[in-house]
């Protein structure tokens, strides 16, 4: 069994920072890509970063400059630090880890269970 953790959303200013945390635990042989995604009320859930096991980064052009996405695979965990916060970030992230189970040769995609991230003006 696969769980994944998802930890330091929260109320900023705007301007202000945050740092999330996704941590994943269970029967794990690998991670390959770990990833971002954030979803407002009333709109559709979007990608916001993505790093792979080579460390590739990718992210959306709206918070290009602002986020950054990092990983540590001794803990099985992707963070997410976010500078210079707008209103427009507020939104529940959730975190996506594609993950290889021992013994098995497809990767299977598990989901974060969501942190609110409100920015204030």
């Known amino acids: 069994q696969v769980q994944l953790v998802e930890s330091g959303g929260g109320l900023v200013q705007a301007g202000g920072s945050l740092r999330l945390s996704c941590a994943a635990s269970g029967s794990i042989f690998s991670i390959n890509k770990m990833e971002w995604y954030r979803q407002a009320p009333g709109k559709q859930r979007e990608l916001v970063a993505a790093?792979?096991?080579?460390?590739?980064?990718n992210y959306a052009d709206s918070v290009k400059g602002r986020f950054t996405i990092s990983r540590d695979n001794a803990k099985n965990t992707v963070y997410l630090q976010m500078n210079s916060l707008k209103p427009e970030d507020t939104a529940v992230y959730y975190c996506k880890q594609s993950i290889l189970p021992p013994g098995d040769l497809i990767e299977r995609d598990y989901w974060g269970q969501g942190t609110q991230v409100t920015v204030s003006s």
């Open positions: 790093i792979t096991n080579g460390g590739t980064t």
